[in-house]
Structure formats: structure tokens, C-alpha cells
């Protein structure tokens, strides 16, 4: 009998995500789980969380922890010990090699770099978005240009990996712009940059504003361009390129968001968190007050779930692989043995390949440089 997907050691969970949905503000191109000016809601969260990590039974060991949201460093310094003692409770600390946080400019402080210093932290993630004070407005953040350099300073000092989060492509952004904020966080000396286009996601604001008229995207060419600018200004900045959106100086990739992008499995709390764990992919209520009223009543969080078969693990992992500059091995099927499965996915592959998104290279398969600004589309050909 062949080894199942489900029952080898690399299916237990490596990673765990908490979720903290609340904000100061709703960016208006801002999709995720948030619930913004509710923070009287914030200990009721915390209670619920604690009963949703009682789901665990008993402490897990993990190598990587995020804390996203939202924003985690909205908390003030006791609702943030109550958090991270938690996690800690459930998630000891041997064997944990990454603690990220993810975190807004205008909530940084040394008190608070020093609290979360304090219980482990050694990644911080920034919503900077950008340190163009007309952008900053138009995505409706609410830091300034000057408080993003502040808080980037701070954060160097006393943390060893800080990552930045930039957007490009916002509405009458100039190829020019985007340069300023890439020239201004490599000479910042940051060592991780995440850079994505502006999106209008259905649900959001933004999307509404796009629909009635009163915002406009960008032109797509433009767009493709500052991709390749960041692509090009980054690389020869000393970044590996390491994932579609994701650059890294000194080997400093996100490992927490590599056990995503290898397919590996990871545990999620929190409203709107969402988890794979024995071959069963779910996501938590996004409603927080609903997510907090159900557990106060002993019922699940749970809102959604589905068991995968290891034909659709199968299927994920290659999609989800092949979101990595360096792609997948050729030999990613022969875990199990899916002969009709294996032919349909090479025949897409060669497809792919023979149009230039995709190309072999050294026993691997992985996306061309033009492959890399349409990868989205390409992904549904191999469900």
C-alpha cells in the first residue's frame, strides 16, 4: 500500500497564523477580515481566541508563528501580553525559528518594539504602502512619509529581519514615483520588500469607487512596467527575487510564507483565518463579532471547510510551488501514483512552456519572466 499525502510527517503542521481583525481605519482597497474603530471588542476577541486555541488539545510544536491582521499593533501593552502569552502557552518556544508581527507605521513605538522583542518576535512586517505623501492619501492610509522612515529606523535597531510591504500601481501614480519608494527603502537598507499592484477586489471600496467612476485603475502597461522596474532596481540592488511579490536581500525569505508556497500544512485561529491541517482546508467565520459569539457559546468557528482528496493536494502543491522564482522539481508527482493526473498536468505544463510563460531549467519547471506578470491566469488551467 502506498504512503498516503496525509499520514507522512511532512503533512503535520509547521507553521501556525493568528489573527487580529481590528484596525484604526478600512483602507478602501483593503479585502481582508477587519473590523476598524471597535476596539472595545478587543478583550471579548482575546477570550475567544482562547478558546479557539483550546481546539489544539495540547501545546504544538511549529517553527514559524504570524501574528497579521488587521493590525496586531493596534493592542495596547497588556491586551499584547495577554496574546503572546497564549502563544506561548500553546506554541513553545523550542524549535520556533521565525515570530512575525505584522505592523502600521503610526503604531510603532520602542516601548512596543521592546514588548514584542520581549516575547520572541524577530520579524517585523510593515504596512508602509508607500512614502509618497499624495499616494499615502489616495490609499488612505493614515501614517505619513515621515513616520514610515521613523518607525523603519526604529524597528532596524532592534529587530534582526524587518519586512516592508510597498504598493505599486495606485490611481495617477507615475513610473517615476514608484521609483522614489523603491530608491527610498533600499536606502533605508531594508532587507525584505514585498511589492504588489493595486488591486480592486469586489467587496472592497475601492471597487465600488472604480465602478461609479470617481477612481481609475492604472493602464495595464504601466503597470507591467513598474513590475519591471522593481523586478530590475531590486535585483540589482543585491535582492533575490524570490517569489512573485517577494524580495529578499541575504537569504532573508519569509519562511512562514514558505510553508504556504511548498504546500506544507499550518494550524489558524482567529476570525477569517484559515487553515489546512490533515488534508482538511478551512477558514474560520469572517465575522469577528460572530466568530466571538460562537465560541462564547461552545459552538465552532469553523465557517467553511473541505477535505481534500491527494489528487487536489497534489494539484495545490504545484500551484502553489510554482509561485517560486526557482518552480517545482519535474518529479513533484512521484509521491503518488496518478498516472492520468501526471500526463494531463505535463501536457499543460508543455502547453505553457511552448507559449512562453513557462520554461525548464535543470530538472525543474518554473515561470519565464513574462510568465511572472500573468501567472494569475495561468493557475486555474491546472484545477
Known amino acids: 500500500m502506498k504512503e498516503s499525502l496525509f499520514s507522512s510527517?511532512?503533512?503535520?503542521?509547521?507553521?501556525a497564523y493568528v489573527h487580529i481583525?481590528?484596525?484604526?481605519?478600512?483602507?478602501?482597497?483593503?479585502?481582508?477580515?477587519?473590523?476598524?474603530?471597535?476596539?472595545?471588542?478587543?478583550?471579548?476577541?482575546l477570550d475567544a481566541l482562547a478558546l479557539d486555541l483550546e481546539s489544539l488539545r495540547a501545546p504544538r510544536l511549529v517553527s514559524t508563528i504570524f501574528v497579521g491582521g488587521g493590525t496586531p499593533s493596534l493592542l495596547d501593552a497588556r491586551q499584547t501580553e495577554r496574546l503572546f502569552d497564549l502563544l506561548q502557552t500553546w506554541f513553545p518556544g523550542t524549535g520556533v525559528r521565525e515570530v512575525s508581527i505584522e505592523v502600521n507605521p503610526n503604531d510603532v513605538t520602542r516601548e512596543k518594539a521592546?514588548?514584542?522583542?520581549?516575547?520572541?518576535?524577530?520579524?517585523?512586517?510593515v504596512g508602509g504602502q508607500s512614502f509618497q505623501a499624495d499616494k499615502l492619501k489616495i490609499l488612505e492610509r493614515n501614517h505619513s512619509p515621515e513616520q514610515l522612515r521613523d518607525s523603519l529606523v526604529v524597528l532596524q535597531e532592534m529587530f534582526p529581519r524587518v519586512s516592508?510591504?510597498?504598493?505599486?500601481?495606485?490611481?495617477?501614480?507615475?513610473?517615476?514615483?514608484?521609483k522614489y519608494d523603491l530608491d527610498s527603502a533600499t536606502e533605508l537598507g531594508i532587507s525584505h520588500l514585498s511589492t504588489y499592484g493595486?488591486?480592486?477586489d469586489k467587496g472592497s471600496r475601492f471597487w465600488s469607487m472604480r465602478e461609479k467612476g470617481i477612481l481609475e485603475a492604472v493602464d495595464e502597461e504601466l503597470e507591467l512596467k513598474m513590475y519591471q522596474l522593481a523586478r530590475q532596481q531590486l535585483m540589482n540592488a543585491g535582492f533575490d527575487h524570490y517569489e512573485v511579490?517577494?524580495?529578499?536581500?541575504?537569504?532573508?525569505h519569509c519562511l512562514h510564507n514558505e510553508t504556504y508556497w511548498n504546500g506544507g500544512s499550518y494550524w489558524a485561529f482567529g476570525a477569517g483565518a484559515a487553515y489546512f491541517v490533515d488534508g482538511r482546508r478551512g477558514v474560520k467565520h469572517r465575522s469577528t463579532t460572530t466568530y466571538i459569539k460562537r465560541l462564547m457559546?461552545?459552538?465552532?468557528?469553523?465557517?467553511?471547510?473541505?477535505?481534500?482528496t491527494e489528487e487536489q493536494v497534489l494539484r495545490e502543491r504545484f500551484v502553489f510551488g510554482m509561485r517560486k522564482l526557482r518552480g517545482v522539481e519535474l518529479s513533484w508527482l512521484e509521491f503518488a501514483h496518478f498516472p492520468e493526473l501526471?500526463?494531463?498536468?505535463?501536457?499543460?505544463?508543455?502547453?505553457?512552456?511552448?507559449?512562453?510563460?513557462?520554461?525548464y531549467d535543470q530538472g525543474r519547471v518554473k515561470l519565464t519572466e513574462a510568465g511572472l506578470w500573468i501567472s494569475d491566469s495561468l493557475w486555474p488551467h491546472y484545477f
Not at 9 to 15: E, F, I, R
Not at 114 to 125: C, D, E, T
Not at 164 to 178: C, V
Not at 297 to 308: D, T
Open 9 to 15: 510527517p511532512a503533512s503535520k503542521p509547521v507553521s
Open 21 to 45: 481583525p481590528f484596525c484604526h481605519h478600512h483602507c478602501g482597497y483593503c479585502n481582508f477580515t477587519l473590523i476598524a474603530g471597535r476596539n472595545e471588542l478587543i478583550d471579548a476577541y
Open 114 to 125: 521592546s514588548l514584542w522583542k520581549s516575547f520572541g518576535v524577530n520579524r517585523v512586517s
Open 164 to 178: 516592508l510591504d510597498l504598493i505599486f500601481g495606485a490611481p495617477h501614480e507615475t513610473l517615476e514615483g514608484w
Open 198 to 200: 493595486l488591486t480592486f
Open 245 to 252: 511579490s517577494n524580495f529578499a536581500r541575504n537569504s532573508e
Open 297 to 308: 457559546r461552545g459552538e465552532s468557528p469553523i465557517a467553511e471547510e473541505q477535505v481534500l
Open 342 to 359: 501526471k500526463q494531463a498536468m505535463q501536457t499543460q505544463i508543455e502547453r505553457h512552456v511552448a507559449e512562453g510563460w513557462m520554461e
